[in-house]
């Protein structure tokens, strides 16, 4: 099955000592899941100020500066799996470092 | 009669789920082949193997529904009428296979990707057979908000793609974990409601005693589903001296023992003792064995207190709780000591882990009721009365601190 995991970052979790490995780790579990081949494809996403909310209301687009909703976790970057089942993508993403400073949302895609 | 047959809706349901894949499906067979022998056995006889019967029943009744909406799909669509054949069921009702399909089916009602609520309920629908109303009522939820419960528990095993089975070795003591804590959690829902015969609470009991019993038969490497099994016997053994004739709640100290059923009992012991024998006491095993030295002692003078304070100091040791701990003071108290348990609740208290606790204040103002310290015995009541939930402990909680008060006690 086919999965996307958002990758996101709890602000107040991030401090200099938390992220410190947060590079290194990452590359390492990309490189294990690619070497799996549970890891389709991902990446991270540019700053949360870069951010541009797109709504279209009465025929009139609106747009706000930042992320679409104000919470202390925000999406940090993505990844699509194809895994067996929920429990390996539960399993993959439970081995993302980010997990430990965050939270990481799996979810499958779409059946058509 | 459909209830002394309750054990085999499981088997089914978690065998047509296997085969078809569909829990709607499954459950609707059950519910088919259990109606079809309400017709027939009272006429025909009961079979001589009413789990076989009842599962062809309702395998044929799937095979046909099956068959069905294949027809319908050929209808709408021509072009499918060359797809793949609908699978047969073969008709092997091999034992062994459907005893593991219902271990599939509890660890796959216990994920922990489901909320709590869901896995409970998914458990009581598939695996106890209760009707989404009877669950509903325990539960005290509207029938509607049950019903939605299920339905998004088993749309997300499909959507999500939670898998059908029993969890492999990396992750199967966590996942047991999980399907002893839904067990135990449904056995407490029925133990706890003091007030009253509530049939419906009475039967959560019931069926959380016959799943650890099954779960037993069905893992027997594994002590703690043994020691689950005992723990629950222990208390439910105990069922009728709890409460007295107007509900109030009676302390195990004060309970009539020959009220405690002693068949129950006896079968408790024999399977703490068989779990015991594996040598990893996990905290089933222990509250079991702690149970075990109440239900055992002659009365209450002669509880082996000693054992008890040794036990829960292992018991903390595997489940680090403050509400261990707390009890862990009890059997201090009780053994060494109501100085040496005050002591330990002071440190408890110090460490704020059990702030707003009810039973904190209730536990201190017993010890210190026993000591004779009554006025200090008074104020920890009155804490504990401020922040006290349930209505039967609140009796009991005003009826001692009136002892303690005008010095009866």
Redesign the interface.
Known sequence: ?R?LMFVCVDETLVNPESVKDMPRDTIAWVEEMDGRGVRVQGNRLAELPTATTVRVRAGEVVLADGPFAETKEHIAGYDILE?????E??EVAGKHPVAKIGAIEV??FA?D | MASAFAGEWGRIVATLIRRTGDWDLAEECAQDAFAEALRRWPGDGVPTRPGAWLTTVAKNRAIDRLRRDRRRAELLDEASALGPEVQEMDDDTEDNEIEDDRLRLMFTCCHPALALEARVALTLRTLAGLTTAEIAHAFLVPEPTMAKRLVRAKAKIAGAGIPYRVPPAHLLPERTGGVLAVLYLLFNEGYAASGGPDLIRARLCDEAIRLARALRALMPDEPEAAGLLALMLFHHARRRARSDAVGDLVTLEDQDRGLWDGEEIAEANRVLDGALRHGHAGPYQLQAAIVRCHTNAADAAETDWAQIASLYELLARVVPSPVVALNQAVAIAMSRGLDAGLEAIDELEASGRLDGYHLLHATRADLLRRAGRLPEAADAYREALALVGSDSERRFLTKRLGEVTSGTS
């Open positions: 099955m999965y895994c067996a089942d929920l429990d993508a539960i979810r499958p059946e």
